[in-house]
């Protein structure tokens, strides 16, 4: 589907959100944003192949970038990187190219300063975040990005099965102990304890 109105978008990431709020407006304008700068008019259509989102954040905004770019963790398209940040990069696989855009901290501040007369900060910020310069809400920088090819879309190898638990392990993220293959989680980086 080729690039839609603002409005369009916020319609569809409404519906997989749940709800609109300022955080979807900013992540929509973020991925538009940056598939522009990109030159990619179909993102989530003819384009899909080449592009891949890197996200800093799980939060609302998040939600509304995979609504713009068409890029899902299930594909293999969108990354998540916990830095806790209002930002996300777009990278051209193709091109070899990638934009990094974040949110400046400045505009919460500007939407309170454009509509004082609206009392609810969420609503402030919606109606400023649509209506603010790309270059008052972000801040856009060109950077270089290195994609192992394990982490490309469509990468395929087979798993390795870990030598404690017997579970497959994909994408090689095994990590090799004492000469044994073994999964993240019986090396040590569980996140989980056994009940």
Same mark, same amino acid.
């Given at each position: 589907m080729p690039l839609q109105p603002l409005a369009e978008y916020e319609l569809l990431a409404a519906q997989a959100h749940g709800h609109l709020c300022a955080g979807q407006i900013l992540g929509?304008?973020?991925?538009?944003?940056?598939?522009?700068?990109l030159g990619l008019d179909d993102p989530a259509g003819k384009d899909r192949k080449r592009l891949v989102s890197i996200v800093e954040i799980d939060r609302c905004m998040t939600d509304a970038i995979g609504v713009v770019t068409g890029c899902r963790l299930g594909k293999r398209a969108l990354k998540f990187r916990d830095f806790g940040k209002a930002a996300a990069t777009f990278c051209d696989l /193709?091109?070899? +190219? *990638?934009? #990094?855009?974040?949110a400046r901290e400045s505009a919460?501040?500007?939407a309170r300063a454009l509509y004082p007369e609206i009392a609810g900060r969420n609503q /402030?910020?919606? +109606? *400023?975040? #649509?209506?603010?310069?790309?270059?008052?809400?972000?801040?856009?920088?060109?950077?270089r990005v290195t994609l192992d090819a394990e982490d490309l879309p469509g990468y395929r190898a087979?798993?390795?099965i870990?030598?404690?638990?017997?579970?497959?392990?994909s994408f090689r993220r095994e990590v090799v102990c004492e000469g044994r293959a073994l999964c993240r989680g019986c090396a040590g980086e569980r996140y989980y304890e056994p009940a």
């Open positions: 929509l304008r973020m991925a538009l944003v940056g598939v522009k700068l /193709q091109e070899n +190219r *990638a934009v #990094r855009i974040a919460k501040e500007h /402030q910020q919606m +109606r *400023a975040y #649509r209506e603010m310069p790309d270059e008052e809400l972000f801040h856009i920088e060109w950077v087979p798993g390795v870990c030598a404690q638990c017997g579970e497959s392990v």
